[in-house]
Nanobody, 120 residues
């Protein structure tokens, strides 16, 4: 099984930046496809960004493209989400997820989430 723990959330003013981290354990990290999801109050969960096991393939939601960057450090068993130019619409609980196939398509394991609040 895979255990995921998110960190780095907090309160930030619009236009600011945050860097989320997700530490993975319980399985070889380099074999996992990883993703970031978010759920805002009154909204459905949405995929924000994904990265394949190799790090070669990434995906970004249109709403965050150009502002967010997903990356991974396999030596540290950690995936990151660098969030720049934050908007109030980015306010949500952000979840880290893992795909055991490595393709970052079907996510089987989830972290507990970290709150990101962007003030206007």
């Amino acid at each position: 099984q895979v255990q995921l723990v998110e960190s780095g959330g907090g309160l930030v003013q619009a236009g600011g930046s945050l860097r989320l981290s997700c530490a993975a354990s319980g399985r070889t990290f380099s074999s996992l496809g990883m993703g970031w999801f978010r759920q805002a109050p009154g909204k459905e969960r949405e995929n924000v960004a994904t990265i394949s096991w190799s790090g070669d393939d990434t995906y970004y939601a249109e709403s965050v493209k150009g502002r967010f960057t997903i990356s991974r450090d396999n030596a540290k068993n950690t995936v990151y989400l660098q969030m720049n130019s934050l908007k109030p619409e980015d306010t949500a609980v952000y979840y880290c997820a893992a795909d055991l196939t490595g393709r970052a398509i079907h996510f089987n394991y989830w972290g507990q989430g970290t709150q990101v609040t962007v003030s206007s």
